[in-house]
């Protein structure tokens, strides 16, 4: 058995019980990785950081009181040394470059196999960054020039809070809920409602909330 100082300390924020609990069980089962804490919330996961300091966060994108991606940007200015690998049912078009861009060393979707994301660890453990070899050469096409890749899911086309407001109105929170959540005024919650109808071409209200919920339940718009 590996040495307690061999040992890599992971971190689980998945506000789903028997996800965290299956994720723990495949990376406890590594000698050389342990699960030093984990959180079921945003809150909760920057207080068992400061605790346990973990070396890398398994970090899932839908929290409950909290956008992942925003945390992320919290974790890396409050907590810069620890690593932060996103895990999501979302596909990672819409959101592997926003998750590098706010500082995560990695992306994966939940719907990989175990031995992926045991790879995907290592991979960032040792430094390296690590995505799909779709999203990596679709990466390398963006910084060439490539204009094919613009032609991206609608989804793609929203701001990192647009994308925030559209999965709250998803989880069924009212205007002045998500104002109060994201610590912003109610009319620019409105303000985003209205971009993101013109955005996604939705005719009105109605149609924004059955998109957002489906998003939010499938992880599909289309």
């Not at 974790?75 to 979302?90: E, R």
Request: aromatic fraction near 4%.
């Amino acid at each position: 058995m590996a040495s307690q100082a061999q040992v890599a300390r992971i971190m689980i924020v998945d506000d789903h019980p028997i996800m965290r609990h299956g994720l723990a069980q495949l990376i406890d089962a590594q000698a050389e990785l342990e699960v030093s804490c984990w959180a079921g919330t945003a809150s909760d996961a920057l207080m068992e950081i400061e605790k346990n300091s973990p070396e890398l966060v398994l970090l899932d994108i839908s929290l409950p009181d909290r956008n992942g991606l925003e945390l992320l940007k919290d974790i890396k200015v409050q907590y810069p040394a620890v690593k932060v690998l996103m895990v999501s049912m979302h596909d990672e078009s819409l959101y592997a470059e926003r998750a590098l861009r706010a500082g995560a060393r990695g992306y994966i979707m939940k719907e990989e196999a175990a031995d992926k994301l045991i790879e995907a660890i290592h991979t960032i453990l040792v430094g390296r960054i690590y995505v799909s070899g779709e999203m990596s050469a679709r990466i390398i096409e963006m910084f060439s020039g490539n204009s094919s890749t613009k032609q991206a899911a609608p989804l793609s086309r929203l701001t990192d809070r647009e994308l925030e407001v559209f999965e709250e109105i998803g989880r069924g929170k009212a205007t002045r809920e998500v104002a109060e959540m994201l610590g912003i005024s109610a009319r620019t919650v409105d303000a985003h409602r209205a971009h993101l109808k013109k955005k996604l071409g939705l005719k009105d209200g109605s149609e924004l909330v059955r998109y957002a919920v489906r998003w939010v339940e499938t992880g599909v718009l289309d």
